[in-house]
């Protein structure tokens, strides 16, 4: 079946394309939702040129892929659209989001499905790409051993160390999300097995000792970070990129320091890995 309503142009042949000839602001047909479904399936994180959105636009662009996702953590950026996260950095800033490598919310019980963020500022000079990683390449390139080491054991996910004082919010008494999910996990959709941990939320494989378990998270995050797993995304003024966070961690560069870069993600929500 070839994809028939959009035209989509791969940015390299492991992750991420560029997909032509839609105008999101607009509601989709049941076609050119099937077509752009399948260019995330297939391509893993897909990008968008040129779209001139309102939040709502992008909330019912979203809402075509599942119901969206409130952020445990971030306080309300919007009034009247808690499903809006604002990424947002200026001369300000003391950090930005996605600065270490990371699937979304992965401290979820039910991690999201994927994230659609639309960038509307972005720094004059450039900087402030976004890259991301395909983690069924991950997985396929650890050798047969490890693959059969790591069938079987699960990670514990935690939102604490990356969410408390983030905010600049009282969060005193608040508990963030904590959950087990297997190290390899299987994409509901493809059904095909991919690497399941990350940098920025994953703090200890369960069946291992402390040692192991800090020497095992290591060896695997800097495989994720090898670059022919990658690829590199640059933004214009309202650009769109849209990952399938089962299958993809994503890292912000954020080398633009004092300019200003701002955008909304809605984040659709996911099921419980296995
Ligand atoms: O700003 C970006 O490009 C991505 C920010 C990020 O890591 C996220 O939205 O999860």
New binding site residues.
């Given amino acids: 079946m070839s994809i028939e309503t959009i035209e989509v142009r791969k940015l390299t042949p492991v992750i991420g394309a560029e997909i032509h000839g839609v105008d999101l602001s607009k509601g989709l047909s049941n076609q050119q939702f099937d077509d752009i479904h399948r260019a995330l399936m297939e391509n893993l994180v897909i990008f968008f040129r040129d779209q001139r959105l309102s939040i709502d636009q992008q909330k019912d662009f979203g809402r075509r892929f599942g119901k969206l996702h409130i952020h445990p953590a971030a306080p309300k950026g919007l009034e009247e659209h808690p499903e809006i996260?604002v990424?947002k950095?200026d001369d300000k800033s003391k950090r930005?989001?996605?600065?270490e490598w990371?699937s979304?919310v992965s401290c979820d019980r039910e991690p999201p499905m994927g994230?659609i963020?639309h960038?509307t500022t972005v720094p004059p000079d450039g900087g402030?790409?976004?890259v991301f990683a395909n983690m069924y390449r991950a997985y396929e390139t650890l050798s047969e051993p490890m693959r059969r080491m790591l069938e079987g054991l699960t990670a514990i996910h935690d939102g604490e160390h990356v969410f408390r004082g983030r905010y600049g919010i009282k969060d005193e008494g608040k508990v963030f999300p904590r959950s087990e999910h297997p190290v390899i996990r299987t994409h509901p959709v493809t059904g095909k097995q991919l690497l399941f941990v990350n940098r920025g939320f994953t703090t200890r494989i369960v069946q291992l000792t402390r040692h192991e378990s800090t020497a095992m998270l290591e060896m695997l995050y800097r495989h994720i970070e090898t670059p022919e797993l990658h690829c590199r995304?640059k933004?214009q003024a309202n650009s769109i990129?849209f990952w399938d966070n089962r299958c993809v961690q994503?890292?912000?560069l954020w080398d633009y320091y004092p300019a200003r870069?701002y955008?909304h993600?809605v984040t659709i929500c996911g099921d419980k890995p296995y």
């Avoid at 930005?96 to 600065?99: D, K």
């Fill in positions: 996260l990424i950095a930005v989001a996605g600065e990371h979304d994230s963020l960038l402030g790409d976004t995304f933004w990129a994503h890292h912000a870069r955008g993600r």
